[in-house]
């Protein structure tokens, strides 16, 4: 099977996949640094132990490791086809959601049958 994307296509979609990888580390790091605060702030205003599921940061572990999976995959030779059809994800969908293993029918296919 040939490859769909280009070295420099795909040099943009590593680029894009590094950076959207680093702001939800980044977003991490940042909601847990803020969670400290919060919770010694509490501390010393409430009177009852504070909520557990309150304090959890907004991390999307998904979100995380369908980032990670795409970097492994982006320099294979299936990375930018679909897994449904094994058509090629067009150059736009990809810049959009570089994560994405499926092309718009067939993700949408699947939507509508969840």
Do not use: W
């Not at 803020?34 to 009852?48: E, F, I, K, S, W």
């Amino acid at each position: 099977m040939d490859n769909c994307l280009t070295e420099p296509q795909r040099g943009v979609l590593d680029r894009l996949l590094r950076a959207q990888l680093l702001m939800l580390e980044q977003s991490f790091f940042t909601g847990r640094e803020g969670l400290a605060r919060r919770a010694h702030a509490r501390a010393g205003l409430v009177q009852h132990p504070p909520d557990p599921a309150e304090d959890e940061p907004g991390y999307d572990a998904r979100t995380h490791d369908a980032l990670t999976d795409a970097l492994r995959r982006l320099h294979g030779p299936d990375f930018g086809r679909c897994r449904g059809c094994e058509a090629e994800i067009p150059f736009e969908r990809l810049v959009a959601k570089p994560q994405t293993t499926r092309c718009c029918c067939c993700e949408t296919a699947i939507e509508h049958s969840a």
